[in-house]
């Protein structure tokens, strides 16, 4: 099989590549180790920066996001008594979309046969061989056979425990990371959301997030330590909780409802550098996690693959080695920009085991002053919907 370049993973990082370099002409193939209906069936996030929706247009996969996605002109940050609305059209001139990484994912996926693109599903043993040379290969086994592809380069989109990262040498990068000591408890229900806009609540008892899918499916997660057995949370445990921590009105009008999923997932910040070794280039969730404050992880995938495939197709159109090698410093000067804006949300939201009254406070002032000062919002806003590439 002719490959241009072997794409590991067909999350959203793997996908949007593969679609750009297939418009552009070139051959990648996909080597994803899931089958199509387990990727398809994982929730997770559910706001797209205006970067994400116009990568979407650009790629002509648009059209459902249009017809169903829900333009979102402002969110609400709480105390647990307060709403405080950060206006991002008054603010910034721009919003934000909610519509779900599975609706982006089934788009991406039922582009595959009609663009012609190469995907192989449930890809077994994918290994990454000589990346550090001109002539790299993955080798993998697919229905009993093994297989070899000789790419000229490889893009690692397998997320963060995916083998591409684990493919660079230790001496020739460095991980940063911070692990936060508690998770997100997740619940979607097909129930009308408790407010037009997203409501991210500091409260008490723990941070709470009131997010949705569409006008009649919501999104919900609160603030859970790490070893929370799911078992021990029923929907009526999780609504009840929910009530409490969105505040007296969000609270109050909750729609309660069977749980379609529910889940739990841990929340970490990572950056790993530089995110290209010899023939490797790393995208999304296998060079970065950002804990999911902030809306960001998606989005970011996003903005690496616009800056690898323009450096990818300007190689293979010209030969032109400068903007490959630019690839690392050129998206991670945008990734620590929303790292550190995760981690500002994350902190200011959360309950922490180890915070004393002083930080508590610290944190009661700064949402004081977000409620009082433009100039705090507009930060806030302008980094929510996005900085520009
Ligand atoms: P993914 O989505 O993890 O995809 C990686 C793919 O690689 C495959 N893979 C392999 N394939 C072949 N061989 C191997 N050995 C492989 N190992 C792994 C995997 O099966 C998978 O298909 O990474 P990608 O593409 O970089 O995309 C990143 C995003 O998925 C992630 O950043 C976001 O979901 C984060 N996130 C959010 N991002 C936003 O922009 N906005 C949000 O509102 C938002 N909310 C969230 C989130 C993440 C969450 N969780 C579960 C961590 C909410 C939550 C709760
Ligand atoms: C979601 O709807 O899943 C969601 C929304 C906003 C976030 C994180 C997750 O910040």
Redesign the pocket.
């Known amino acids: 099989m002719k490959c241009d370049v072997a794409i590991?993973?067909?999350?959203?990082?793997?996908?949007?590549l593969a679609h750009l370099l297939q418009q552009a002409g070139l051959e990648p193939v996909v080597?994803?180790?899931?089958s199509m209906d387990?990727?398809l069936g994982?929730?997770?996030?559910?706001?797209?920066?205006k970067t994400?929706t116009e990568l979407l247009e650009r790629l002509g996969l648009d059209a459902r996001m249009k017809a169903e996605g829900l333009i979102h002109d402002g969110f609400h940050l709480a105390d647990g008594e307060n709403l405080i609305r950060i206006d991002l059209a008054e603010l910034t001139g721009s919003s934000v979309m909610v519509y779900g990484?599975s609706e982006v994912?089934q788009d991406l996926i039922d582009a595959i046969p009609q663009r012609g693109l190469n995907i192989v599903w449930e890809?077994?043993?994918?290994t990454l061989h000589n990346v550090d040379s001109d002539s790299p290969s993955v080798t993998?086994s697919s229905g009993g056979e093994s297989h070899t592809l000789n790419p000229r380069f490889i893009a690692g989109?397998?997320?963060?425990?995916?083998?591409?990262r684990k493919a660079i040498p230790a001496s020739a990068g460095t991980g940063h990371e911070r692990v936060y000591p508690f998770g997100?408890l997740?619940i979607l229900a097909d129930v009308p959301p408790c407010d037009d806009e997203l409501i991210y609540a500091n409260h008490a008892n723990g941070f709470a997030l009131a997010?949705m899918r569409s006008q009649t499916r919501s999104r919900y997660?609160i603030q859970a330590p790490l070893d929370t057995n799911l078992d021990d949370w029923s929907d009526d445990r999780i609504w009840d909780e929910l009530a409490i921590r969105l505040g007296p009105d969000a609270g109050s009008k909750i729609t309660r409802g069977p749980s379609i999923e529910k889940?739990i997932?841990?929340?970490r910040s990572f950056v790993f550098e530089p995110m290209k070794y010899g023939s490797l280039f790393l995208?999304?969730?296998?060079?970065h996690?950002?804990p999911?404050t902030?809306?960001?992880?998606?989005?970011?995938?996003?903005s690496?693959v616009i800056y690898l495939s323009d450096a990818l197709i300007a190689f293979f159109k010209s030969g032109d080695k400068d903007a490959l090698d630019k690839y690392s410093a050129r998206a991670l000067a945008r990734i620590w920009k929303s790292e550190r804006f995760s981690w500002y949300l994350t902190s200011l939201m959360h309950q922490f085991p180890e915070h004393s009254s002083f930080e508590r406070e610290m944190q009661r002032a700064e949402l004081d002053y977000i409620a009082n000062s433009r100039a705090a919002r507009e930060s806030i806003a302008e980094n929510y919907i996005g900085l520009p590439l």
């Open positions: 590991i993973g067909a999350g959203p990082s793997g996908l949007l080597l994803e180790r899931r387990y990727v994982r929730i997770r996030a559910g706001v797209l920066e994400t990484q994912q890809a077994e043993d994918v993998y989109c397998d997320g963060f425990h995916g083998p591409s997100w997740g997010s997660y889940s997932a841990p929340l995208a999304g969730d296998a060079a996690i950002v999911p902030g809306a960001k992880g998606l989005n970011l995938a996003a690496d």
